[in-house]
């Protein structure tokens, strides 16, 4: 019974640290689809912005 009590801190630290960095990955997995989602639309759209940095690519 002691290890429980002795354990039982660490191991609740521990299954917090694991949700957070679960979280923290999940949004940026989510960041990271939304800013390629934005960048494609604007692809699309032909925004001049995008063309231009296309060209730059192209000449180098």
């Not at 939304?34 to 231009?52: C, I, M, Q, V």
Request: with cysteine; glycine share 6%; charged share 30%.
């Amino acid at each position: 019974m002691e290890y429980v009590e002795v354990l039982l801190p660490s191991i609740c630290v521990g299954g917090l640290f694991y949700f957070a960095m679960k979280a923290l990955l999940n949004v940026d997995r989510s960041e990271r689809k939304a800013l390629a989602e934005a960048e494609r639309e604007a692809d699309l759209a032909g925004d001049p912005d995008t063309s231009s940095r296309g060209s730059e690519k192209e000449s180098n």
